[in-house]
């Protein structure tokens, strides 16, 4: 008789918002996973099908409270909840359990970063130390052996894909780096808002958060930073449009085009979930739209050295849970592509 693999046991804190949601959705064609307990604070004690319809097909637990969760059944939790709510509820988790964090909680390295952008002291400066960048075409190894993973913010990793690379080669001015963003409503989360509520919202686009103030940008801070050995401060702003899913980022890049587009050609050409549109050709968010995939497109500026690089991913997937899933897939040992190759939704 053939012998079953023993799957892994996977918990989802925070299973009633949308990275919850959707971590649902890509788990359910994993081989290696078994969802064994949900949490929604607010909902407990309902099933998945009431709060979620579209994932009425999956034979699912019903959604609890954390602290009714039986942490020894429990190979490794996402956590999909509230920036802030992590870093108390991480704190008090068996020391062993391996988790992927989908929150802002442990993405900045340094305690006084946090406090600088989300306003308030970190509540576990002892795990943050342990904490790994989730960004997984950067950080495998570190990912593989950690125990904690926190996720990026889908912004951060959108304008990330283009400019680490750059920054890595020498290639851009980085002094010179200006990075316009656009994100579809589904990034400010299931919480109700009346600025999102769809006569609010439809039919108009507008940018938030100017003047260097989004949060994302501590992350940027501190991985080009990093990268580059000097501080390096890009412009940043961020627009809403009345679009689900998505998230396309332009660069303004002082460079020469062609040597930028073989650079990022090089680097990804090996990524199974990024692609580097042929030089001149521009991405669309309709064309990943539900997937894990990126695509990067590189056009000359009519001005010789400059360039405007785009990126577009779906910030629920790759920009989310579909990232948190690549570095469960390599923390539990599966391929790292497992229950991900899903293709784009179309039209």
Not at 26 to 53: C, D, N, W, Y
Not at 161 to 168: A, F, G, N, S, W
Request: charged letters at 20%; glycine letters at 10%; one cysteine or more.
């Amino acid at each position: 008789m053939q012998m079953t693999a023993i799957k892994k046991k996977i918990a989802i804190l925070g299973a009633s918002g949308y990275t919850g949601a959707e971590l649902v959705r890509l788990l359910s064609t994993h081989p290696g996973f078994e969802i064994t307990a949900l949490t929604g604070e607010r909902k407990a004690g309902q099933s998945m099908a009431s709060v979620f319809p579209f994932l009425r097909h999956l034979p699912l637990p019903d959604l609890c409270r954390i602290d009714e969760v039986d942490f020894s059944q429990i190979d490794l939790a996402f956590c999909a909840l509230p920036h802030a709510t992590s870093q108390a509820v991480i704190r008090e988790l068996p020391s062993d359990l391996r988790i992927v964090d989908l929150s802002a909680d442990f993405r900045l390295r340094d305690p006084a970063a946090y406090q600088k952008w989300y306003g308030q002291p970190h509540g576990a400066p002892e795990i943050q130390r342990e904490a790994v960048y989730g960004l997984t075409e950067f950080y495998r190894d570190e990912i593989r052996a950690a125990r904690l993973v926190a996720g990026t913010g889908c912004n951060a990793a959108t304008g990330q894909y283009i400019l680490r690379p750059l920054v890595e080669a020498g290639v851009i001015d980085l002094d010179e780096i200006i990075l316009d963003l656009k994100c579809g409503v589904s990034g400010a989360g299931r919480a109700l808002k009346e600025n999102l509520l769809h006569a609010e919202l439809s039919e108009g686009a507008q940018p938030y958060a100017v003047g260097g103030t989004h949060r994302h940008l501590g992350e940027f801070d501190q991985e080009l930073s990093l990268l580059a050995g000097r501080a390096v401060e890009i412009q940043f702003t961020p627009h809403l449009l009345p679009m689900n899913r998505g998230i396309l980022a332009s660069a303004w890049l002082k460079g020469d085009a062609q040597r930028i587009h073989a650079v990022l050609v090089e680097r990804y050409a090996t990524e199974r979930f990024i692609e580097v549109l042929p030089f001149g050709a521009v991405p669309s968010t309709h064309d990943v739209r539900g997937s894990n995939f990126v695509h990067i497109g590189v056009v000359g500026d009519r001005r010789p050295g400059r360039a405007m690089v785009a990126a577009v991913l779906d910030n629920l997937c790759k920009g989310s849970s579909g990232q948190a899933l690549q570095n469960a897939n390599l923390m539990m040992g599966f391929d790292e592509a497992e229950g991900l190759l899903l293709a784009p939704l179309f039209p």
